[in-house]
T-cell receptor
Framework: EDKVVQSPLSLVVHEGDTVTLNCSYE??????LLWYKQEKKAPTFLFML????IEKKSGRLSSILDKKELFSILNITATQTGDSAVYLC??????????FGAGTRLTVKP | DGGITQSPKYLFRKEGQNVTLSCEQN?????MYWYRQDPGQGLRLIYY???????QKGDIAEGYSVSREKKESFPLTVTSAQKNPTAFYLC????????????FGSGTRLTVV
């Protein structure tokens, strides 16, 4: 059965810290891995990764995929209180739905 | 602007009642999905539809029903058979199969009172 596992489930840091969120996956016919940020309601898209070893970057956020080891990480540098959210990792499964991890709840304290 | 509209945002239901959550999209997307999210958990798939008049059960379909009579609309009915319906429900759509990500609605929070 396809699955996506995220760790840690929750994380509390202070502003300015750097955090790394982990996502491992077991998906038949892997095609892509996606990261979303969910603050209060709908998840918003951050990154889509399809190629191993190529970093995607957007401001203080970056992500990389390792297809050999079947995992991805999401890095956030110089965290701000506005980064507080649940970060979801997901991968399209064989049925063309999306398998989501349980999410990492990040809390950034001032 | 194109997007997905879910309504209502908040819904209260008495035990034993059926309730229908609305999801409408004007993105011309073929595929639509319903997910349930409980505190501390990720999104779990309830039902999905890849074309009009066709839909498939997801991982937790028991106690739910859907219809897909129009491409734009994918309503979810939470029936009285669903034992623990209090949750946050998210609707999503996708342009095609493969690598593409979802567009999400803003969600409906259902509370059984």
């Amino acid at each position: 059965e396809d699955k996506v596992v995220q760790s840690p489930l929750s994380l509390v840091v202070h502003e300015g810290d750097t955090v790394t969120l982990n996502c491992s996956y077991e998906v038949t016919n892997f095609r892509s891995l996606l990261w979303y940020k969910q603050e209060k309601k709908a998840p918003t898209f951050l990154f889509m990764l399809t190629s191993s070893g190529i970093e995607k970057k957007s401001g203080r956020l970056s992500s990389i995929l390792d297809k050999k080891e079947l995992f991805s990480i999401l890095n956030i540098t110089a965290t701000q209180t506005g980064d507080s959210a649940v970060y979801l990792c997901a991968a399209p499964s064989n049925n063309n739905d999306m398998r989501f991890g349980a999410g990492t709840r990040l809390t950034v304290k001032p | 602007d194109g997007g997905i509209t879910q309504s209502p945002k908040y819904l209260f239901r008495k035990e034993g009642q059926n309730v229908t959550l609305s999801c409408e999209q004007n993105l011309n997307h073929d595929a639509m999905y319903w997910y349930r999210q409980d505190p501390g958990q990720g999104l779990r798939l309830i039902y999905y539809s890849q074309i009009v008049n066709d839909f498939q059960k997801g991982d937790i379909a028991e106690g739910y029903s859907v219809s897909r009579e129009k491409k734009e609309s994918f309503p979810l009915t939470v029936t009285s058979a669903q034992k623990n319906p209090t949750a946050f429900y998210l609707c999503a759509s996708r342009a095609g199969v493969g690598i593409y990500g979802y567009t999400f609605g803003s969600g409906t929070r259902l509370t059984v009172v």
